[in-house]
């Protein structure tokens, strides 16, 4: 624990000028963010008497070992430079929104050539229209379903859709008049934009044109006794009035708002948005947030707003936004808002009427949000109190392991050798911490020896962190020899370079900045995946780099006992113990993810062609090369000029393809597991044999084939 008089700056050395400031631990990370109008005043209130500061921020200052801060020119600027660094440090001071789901959008796809209505979730893409959020993706699909009797849009995929063009067959949406059947040409290009343009225009609100066309057509349909067109006119209206009955009307004026309410206690807050379009509620979301610093709920709705459209732009920002507190000052916030929007956007506490009435809605929406958190975090918080407690008790730790590391190795019959790491942390997984490698300095199976490995690449990067940052005098730490050790991989979700380099690049790992992705961090127990051997060389990599302020144990699979260094008997936890539960779900994540990335690294590997052996090749012109083509095959009987023929190929390039096809030795044909039908390369079929996109066909049973993975 710090004493923030041992860094708090000298007087006249902070500005009285808007800015943010980020406070730091002594591992250098970042662990709050805050923006002031003037950083000598704010700064001031945190360097006051402790007694006399809120516990919470007591806590924040006296983790901290060092402030400092930067100067813009406008409290806009800071609001924005605030919320870049909140998302890019993750701070652990700073409230940040929980959501337990990724909501599901309805989106368009007006990038594309052909645009496509389907449920989208994640992050939002360029070009693409979203409607939403909704509670359920069957609330999207039922609502796409009536509409499109009206605006017969493509929903399926890419591959049914070339598919589909290929064989000249639509599917049985086309069949049905479910769907307008570009993939047949039925429809031209742009016939087919401009009926997407009509779903967006009428999802975004505009009903009453579309609706007053179709009864004009109704009639005058009636009227020349075409009655059979009149009928399907009426029903064509039928469906639209029952897709709008599935949003009520909450605002007779046609508002295109979003409503925002706040409900919070002493420890946590609810937060619940209700977003109203043409006058109709079309989505609904909501966080959960720890109040970690002394927060007000003006500031709750501030950090909402940031969240809310920090990413937006344009007409995902309302004109108008009700709250039931404004943040203090509300003019940079406001100001903020309207440059997302690119115009006046309106932010206020409604009072009366219809909006008031709403607001009472989503407050109490909020309230009971925040009342189901608290009974099922209550739970959770005891029970994973009490598996911290059983880990320290039956280790024999001086203290709960907060941060528990988990180490697994993994490979298919001594090929494609790789290893994990996950972390949990106050026993949550924490994904952006996890780390994939792979084996370098030896080939083959050799499970503890891969273990000696990984934990020595870790750590000797931990000890590297810690002399960099001047934790550790100059010449500690790493022994005679140790360097940086590349082939760390990245984090959860990403694809594995070649070298194994670090998949998270740039100053991330290069600066001494506070980003939350490093192997900065040490554990205060380390668990490996197997029994007295992986724990021996875990522990013997750690003695060799001097480390010896963390535990390790192990978890052998076979009757889930726990080993720890130098002990001849394992220890055994009870069965029901939330202690073993909790190393087990920390066991079998790591295996998920090492095997995982093996799988991925095999499937690469099955997946290569001759092409990739190319120099000079990259993947965007190899896309070019296969594109003009066709295939292979075709490529390999091409001529050197008409290689050349393809954009960004020169003659160089070309000879040396050319060169290298001509020394490669074709694949067998693919085969069609299902039918036993051989594919022909010129179809575009892939030229290795395999029953699934890079798994190869092998001898045995699915069972059989999975037991030989490690």
Request: glycine share 8%.
């Amino acid at each position: 624990m710090a004493d923030p008089s041992s860094y708090r700056p000298r007087p006249g050395e902070i500005p009285d000028s808007p800015g943010v400031y980020r406070f730091r631990d002594e591992h250098r990370r970042v662990i709050y963010v805050g923006k002031a109008k003037s950083l000598r005043q704010r700064l001031a209130n945190y360097f006051q008497d402790l007694a006399h500061l809120h516990p919470r921020t007591r806590t924040m200052v006296t983790t901290a070992a060092s402030v400092e801060w930067t100067v813009v020119s406008t409290e806009v600027e800071a609001l924005q430079l605030e919320y870049s660094w909140i998302k890019e440090y993750d701070p652990r001071f700073n409230v940040k929104y929980r959501d337990d789901k990724s909501y599901p959008y309805l989106a368009v796809t007006m990038n594309e050539e052909f645009p496509r209505v389907q449920v989208m979730r994640g992050h939002k893409k360029k070009g693409v229209r979203y409607f939403g959020p909704y509670g359920h993706a069957w609330a999207i699909r039922d609502t796409v379903d009536l509409l499109l009797r009206v605006f017969p849009v493509r929903t399926c995929s890419t591959g049914v859709f070339k598919n589909a063009a290929r064989t000249g067959r639509p599917c049985l949406l086309g069949y049905i008049g479910k769907c307008s059947a570009p993939c047949v040409g039925r429809i031209t290009p742009d016939d087919h934009w401009d009926l997407a343009d009509e779903f967006c225009d009428f999802m975004a609100g505009r009903t009453g044109t579309y609706l007053r066309r179709l009864e004009r057509q109704m009639a005058d349909a009636a009227e020349e006794m075409e009655y059979e067109r009149a009928a399907r006119l009426r029903d064509d209206i039928g469906a639209l009035k029952k897709a709008m009955e599935k949003s009520a009307v909450v605002l007779a004026d046609a508002t295109d708002a979003d409503l925002i309410a706040v409900a919070e206690d002493e420890l946590e807050a609810a937060v619940q948005i209700f977003h109203v379009r043409g006058g109709r509620v079309r989505g609904q979301r909501g966080w959960v947030t720890d109040k970690v610093e002394e927060i007000t709920t003006g500031a709750l709705v501030e950090h909402a707003l940031q969240q809310l459209y920090g990413e937006e732009s344009g007409d995902a920002v309302p004109k108008e936004v009700l709250v039931p507190a404004l943040p203090d000052p509300v003019e940079p916030v406001q100001q903020w808002l309207t440059e997302r929007r690119g115009s006046g956007v309106s932010l206020r506490i409604p009072q009366r009427g219809d909006k008031k009435a709403l607001m009472e809605t989503v407050q109490r929406n909020a309230q009971q949000a925040l009342v189901l958190h608290k009974t099922k975090r209550a739970s959770d918080l005891t029970t994973r109190s009490r598996a911290l407690e059983e880990i320290a008790e039956a280790l024999d730790l001086d203290s709960a392991p907060l941060r528990i590391e988990c180490y697994d190795i993994s490979h298919l019959q001594g090929d494609d050798v790789v290893a994990s790491m996950v972390v949990f942390e106050d026993a949550l997984a924490r994904k952006s911490e996890y780390r994939r490698f792979q084996i370098k300095s030896f080939e083959g199976q050799d499970d503890v020896r891969s273990m000696h490995e990984v934990i020595t690449r870790r750590f000797r990067r931990y000890l590297a962190e810690k002399e960099k940052t001047g934790e550790w005098a100059d010449g500690e730490g790493l022994t005679d020899g140790e360097q940086r050790t590349d082939g760390e991989a990245g984090t959860e979700g990403g694809t594995a370079p070649d070298d194994g380099e670090a998949l998270t690049q740039g100053p991330a790992l290069k600066d001494d900045d506070g980003r939350p992705r490093r192997f900065a961090y040490p554990p205060q127990l380390v668990v490996v995946d197997g029994g007295q051997p992986q724990v021996a060389a875990a522990q013997r990599a750690l003695d060799d780099l001097g480390i010896d302020d963390i535990a390790v144990c192990g978890l052998a699979k076979r009757l889930e006992e726990v080993w720890l260094p130098r002990e001849d008997d394992p220890v055994v936890l009870p069965r029901t113990s939330e202690g073993l539960y909790l190393l087990q779900r920390v066991r079998d994540e790591a295996h998920r993810f090492a095997i995982t990335y093996q799988r991925a690294k095999r499937a690469k590997r099955f997946r290569a062609g001759p092409l990739d052996d190319v120099p000079g090749l990259g993947e965007t012109r190899k896309q070019a090369l296969i594109k003009h083509f066709g295939s292979v095959k075709r490529l390999r009987a091409a001529t050197i000029d008409q290689i050349c023929e393809v954009p960004g190929i020169g003659r160089k390039t070309a000879e040396t393809v050319a060169v290298a096809l001509a020394g490669a030795t074709p694949a067998a044909p693919a085969v069609n597991t299902a039918t036993g039908e051989i594919m022909d390369d010129d179809d575009g079929a892939p030229e290795t044999t395999a029953d699934a996109p890079g798994e190869p066909v092998s001898a045995g049973t699915p069972d059989e084939r999975r037991g030989q993975e490690r």
